[in-house]
Every structure is written in C-alpha cells, then in structure tokens.
C-alpha cells in the first residue's frame, strides 16, 4: 500500500484538465447520464440492458432477495456471442472490421464481423461435436491471437462456460484450475512468439494433464500458431485447424437466462488457493457493453479502439473478447512484447492503424517514459484521442507524460478503477464531462455507488483515507466463488455489513475525487496482476530448502510494486545448498514453476528469523520496511524485538560484500 504521506501531497495537485467544447459536443456521455441514473438507479440500468437484443425480454430488473448472491435481469434470455456478432451482421455491418490482428513476428490478419462470426460458428460446432453442452467448462491457454477471441465467443455461445488461463502461469497452476472447474476440453496453442522467439504452451497442457491428474478433459484442441514439435497424444489431441475444416459454417445462437453462467476466472487472493471468480450472462454484458462505450467514449463507425491487455486477464475479457465486439468496435490485437523487436513496436501499431483509443497500464506507461520520447517521436500518434489507463493508480508523472506524449496534450485520459470481481469499469472519468486530475480515478460511474469508510464503516469526510466499499449491487458483479458460495461471502461481504469491500484503500479529496492508494490486503500488485503473498509463500515452502518464507509487496519504479521474499533455510539441508546467489537462483525458478513466471520474486534474503508478533503471525509491515530500505517502523509488538536487528545486520553485511 503507497503510504499515506505520499499521497497526502498528491491530492494537493492542483492540476486539473478540463475537457475541450469540441470534445463535449460530440461525446457519448452527456452530463445528464449522472442526474438519470440517479433519479432511477434500476430503470438506469434495465434501459441499458434494453440496448442489448435479448431473446427473451426480461420483466425484472434487480431480485436481491437472497443478497449477496444478486440476479439481474433474471427472467430474460440472450445470447451474448449473438449481440457481439450475429446482430452486427444482421443490422448491415458485416463488412466492418472486428480484428486487425498484428502478430509479433510481423504476420497480419484482419477479420470483419462477418468473417469473425462464421469463425465463431464453426468453432462452437467443434465444441458440440466433441460433446460439449451449455453449462460444461471449457479451459483456454492461449497465446493473444485470433484464435482465442474465436475459442471464447464459441464457447459462450453455446452456453458452456470458460475459464482463460494466462499463458504465463505454469504446468501446475493450469492444472489446480482445471481440476477446480472440471474443465471437459482445454484449447490451447502450440506456442505463441514472444520477445522475437517461438514459446511453447502445449508441453505445459501435456505436463498438466498427465498422469490422470485431470480426469475431466476428454479433448485438447491444438491451434498451430508457431510450427513447433508438439508431444501428440491421439486419444485426446485435435488440431483446431483440422476440426474446423470438416463442421458446418452454420450455428443458429439460441438465448441463455441472463443468470446462466459465462466464465470462471481464476485470481490470487489472500489466501494460497486462487479463487474462480463466477460471471454470468446478461447484466456482465450490459455493464461490459455500457463502459466501453461511454467511458472510452467510443464512436463504433470511426474509432480504432487498441486494449494491450492479454486475454487472460478479465480486462482482457471484459474490454477485448467481449465489450468492444458488442459495441460493434474495430480493435487491434497483438500478440507480443512492447520491445520487439525494438521499443518502437506499440507506436508503430498506433500509427499503422491510426489507434484512436488505447487502453493500458500504468507499468508499460513507465516502462515507456523511461526510454523517453527518443522512441515516440519518429511515429505519428496523432489519430490518438482518448487515454485509458487500469491495473494500479497511475502517479502523476507517468499521467502527465501519458498525456503529453501520446495525447500530444490533448486526449483525455480516462483513470479506471475495476477488479476481477467486478467484471467492469466502477470508477473512471467520462471523457468530455470529468475535469480529469493526474492520479485520480474520480468519481464512480453512473450507476455505481460507492462509499470510502473507516474501520467502523461509517463513511468518511472528503479529506480523509479509509477502505472502498461498493453499497449497492451492480449488474456485473461476480455471482460467487466457483464452488466455494461461503467463501464469497466470507471475502467480500463480512468485513463491512451490506457493502462490498473492494480490499483497497482509498481516500477523498476536498471534491469528492477518489485516489487509490492500493491494496489493504496481502495481495501485491505488479505488472497490473494481482499476486497473494501466501500463494507465494506456499511455493517456497514446498521447496525442500526451504523452512520458513515470507512474501511482500515492494515499491518498485516500473512495475509498482515487486515480490520480495525473505526465507530461512532448513539446517538439514544446509550440505546441499551452495551460495546465496545460487539459492536464490534455483527458489526463483522453483516459483516460476509452481505458479508461473510473473509469480518470481525479484529479491530473496535468507534470513536467520522472520519477524512475529507474540500470536505468530508475521509482521509483513516490518518486513517491507526492510525491502524498501526504509528505517524499520514501530517493533514493539514483536515477540523477540532483537529480531529486527538481526534482519537488517545481516543485509547490511550481505551488501557490503
Ligand atoms: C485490483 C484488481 C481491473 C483490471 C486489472 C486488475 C487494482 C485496478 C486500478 C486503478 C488503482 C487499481 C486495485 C484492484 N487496480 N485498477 N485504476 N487505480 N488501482 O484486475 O487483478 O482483479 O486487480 O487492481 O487494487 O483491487 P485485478
């Protein structure tokens, strides 16, 4: 969590960015959407379901009889691969571009709505031919390409459920999510190219599945993207292009209930296990289809909408597979790294296709500024008119720099608070009514409601921090844990009685504007991605080097914060284990194993003890003093006081070799 000082100083910016007449004349969101959807909060929101094209339309707009567990819509019927494709090409828009897909090596591919939709058909007929029905998981472990846009609308469409699964994440935590979900098919790549070379996804699939250790799968479908060898195993393996070339083009869409499940994903929380994150059909697609729109301010027959976030995460499901393709959108997608094969790669893609709204984080936005505008300046960026920016509070030099080197200091930047659970934007500006503030989301969308508490819940002044709460349910709210409806209630409805809590803290400022000040939890943030302290810990302890383990969060200049672990070795082991530097080397790749790449802490101290409180329970607060070397805090509550000493002496003498 950023400390409270620093952003004491930066609420007191005064800087304020008022959006120009011209911008505000022609912009979807007009200033009245706040005072309608205020004066009726569920008509509000059942109009903006109306927009969507229901099979069945529904009578009833919110049951939250049997709160926290929410129906929305409940009576009606959609379904949502038809309102992202099928109606498009019906309302005469089949020509329209849906994807122009950018690989990393330089290969191209541009689909429009009519060439997506026979995709999606054929697909979901696979899908069906390989006896998967409405309400079956299907995994995806793919890397950014067409393909696993086609395999998501497919697989809703026919009314199974998904869950996507970062490419990055190991053998072993794609299997946990499998045998979480009982997924029936995985689709999954030979491989992606990343960073200029071919990285292989399929022996991470095999890996997962063998040895019995996932009974449910009776298929993997294989897109080939790379070429690679691939490991074939016949009585389970399907080349996708092969399955596709003998189905039929034709798949009439029929209406799911709003509340039928649409997707699991899977994401860290305080505890080792990631929890699967339930989203459902109607109310997720109207708040999904909603934001996009109006916060991205999104202009369906010109705009060239570009959300750099992988589908593996719900940013990547909420504002690619499925926001942008209700409304119509054209948007990029591109597989790779933004440095390659040079850090031109992003600008070259905004000029090629004349990007005129971008969506990304504030980790590649510094990553960014720190090669300077040397690289920006050969390209034209000036098709660039709205500025999207999600994972973490973007500071407010990485704002101005957003602005004034992408924006050419005029697009707006939009600031969008969101979590997994909440399926879409809650906080965010509207580009062409917010006066924007460098390092503030602002305000909550219309139809959200929102309160920053203290520790007794009561709500706090402008002026003041306290914790994020969410007080009235919202049409994409999660529907629960997969499998676990105690623990949903346990994590996010008891803290506060009757409101959401977010895990995050936050504080007002004099104008009601809200700043993040990150999590109040163990759960990191880095990247953007939400990583839990304890599942990491887990990871290291499972190593048999490995003792004891503690994990946090430190600050860190490009990806906002890092994973710092501090472990104590087993003494019986202390014959097999070399040098610091090796250790340290072969506990990173254990955790790049166990959980995944992005998992690795950047730092390891081994330590002689961990500080605990009487109760044991480690002091993480001290621990992250350590890692930020900063002077230690308060310690009188530890058990052994001297602890501390011992720590930081031994670093100091570790750095002084
Ligand atoms: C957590 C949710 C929403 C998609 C990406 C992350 C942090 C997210 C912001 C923002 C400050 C933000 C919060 C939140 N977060 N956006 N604009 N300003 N913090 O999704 O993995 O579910 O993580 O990301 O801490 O709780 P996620």
């Known amino acids: 969590m950023s400390s409270e000082h620093e952003i004491e100083n930066l609420s007191h910016e005064s800087r304020s960015f008022a959006p120009s007449a011209e911008f505000s004349k022609s912009a979807i969101a007009q200033p009245n959407i706040y005072q309608d959807s205020k004066a009726n909060r569920l008509e509000f929101w059942a109009d903006r379901a109306r927009e969507l094209d229901w099979s069945k339309p529904f009578t009833q707009t919110l049951d939250w009889s049997n709160a926290p567990f929410a129906k929305w819509f409940a009576d009606g019927e959609l379904n949502v691969s038809y309102n992202c494709l099928d109606r498009h090409v019906e309302a005469g828009f089949g020509k329209r571009v849906a994807l122009f897909f950018e690989g990393e090596p330089g290969d191209t591919k541009v689909y429009t709505y009519l060439d997506l939709l026979i995709e999606v058909k054929k697909a979901a007929n696979v899908l069906l031919k390989l006896g998967v029905t409405a309400g079956d998981r299907v995994a995806i472990y793919m890397p950014m390409i067409p393909e696993a846009i086609i395999a998501m609308q497919a697989v809703v469409r026919i009314g199974a459920v998904h869950s996507v699964v970062f490419g990055g994440f190991s053998a072993d935590s794609l299997a946990s999510r499998i045998q979480d979900a009982e997924a029936k098919v995985v689709i999954t790549a030979d491989g992606g190219f990343r960073k200029g070379k071919a990285s292989a996804l399929k022996p991470a699939v095999d890996e997962a599945i063998a040895d019995g250790k996932c009974p449910s799968v009776t298929n993997v479908l294989v897109v080939k993207r790379t070429g690679q060898d691939v490991a074939w195993n016949s009585s389970l393996d ?106 031109g790669r992003w600008w070259d893609i905004v000029q090629k296709y004349h990007v005129s709204i971008l969506y990304t984080a504030p980790t590649a936005i510094r990553s960014f500024m720190k090669i300077g505008s040397s690289v920006t300046k050969h390209y034209d960026l000036s098709s660039i008119r709205v500025l999207g920016s999600v994972g973490e509070s973007i500071n407010p030099e990485a704002w101005m720099w957003y602005r004034e080197v992408i924006g050419s200091s005029k697009a707006p930047i939009v600031d969008t608070w969101w979590q997994t659970e909440t399926g879409a934007i809650m906080v965010s500006p509207l580009p062409g009514i917010t006066h924007t503030k460098p390092g503030s989301a602002q305000v909550a969308i219309p139809g959200i409601e929102i309160s920053v508490v203290n520790d007794e819940g009561q709500e706090i002044q402008a002026g003041h921090g306290g914790y994020l709460t969410i007080t009235e349910p919202w049409p994409s709210m999660l529907r629960g844990i997969w499998g676990d409806p105690e623990r949903f209630k346990e994590t996010y409805w008891s803290r506060f009685e009757g409101k959401y ?133 308060d310690v009188t509550t530890l058990a052994d006081t001297s602890v501390m000493d011992t720590i930081t002496g031994r670093l100091n003498d570790g750095a002084s070799d």
């Open 238 to 343: 399907l080349w996708w292009d092969e399955e596709m070339h003998v189905v039929e083009n034709e798949h009439v869409a029929q209406g799911f209930n709003a509340e039928h499940p649409l997707f699991i994903l899977y994401t860290s929380g305080t505890t080792g296990k990631p929890k699967g994150i339930l989203h459902t059909t109607g109310g997720y697609l109207t708040q999904a289809a909603f934001t996009h729109k109006n916060v991205f301010d999104l202009h369906a027959a010109q705009d060239i909408y570009w959300c750099t976030a992988d589908v593996g995460w719900i940013t990547g499901h909420s504002y690619v597979a499925y926001g942008p393709l209700a409304n119509g959108a054209t948007q990029v997608i591109y597989e790779g790294t933004p440095d390659s094969p040079d850090w």
């Open 501 to 633: 809590f977010a895990g995050d803290g936050a504080k007002l400022d004099e104008d009601g504007d809200l700043w993040l000040l990150g999590r109040v939890d163990d759960v990191m943030n880095v990247s953007g991605h939400r990583l839990s302290t304890t599942e990491i810990e887990s990871a290291l302890v499972s190593h048999p080097f490995v003792a004891e383990a503690a994990v946090v969060g430190a600050k860190d200049e490009t990806t906002g914060q890092a994973v710092v672990a501090f472990v104590i070795l087993r003494r019986s082991q202390l014959d097999h284990i070399g040098s610091e530097a090796d250790t340290s080397k072969i506990l990173r790749e254990h955790v790049a194993k166990e959980i995944g790449a992005i998992a690795k802490p950047r730092t390891i101290f081994v330590v002689a003890e961990l500080p605990k409180t009487r109760s044991g329970k480690i002091m993480r607060r001290l621990l992250r003093d350590v890692a930020e070397d900063r002077p230690i805090g």
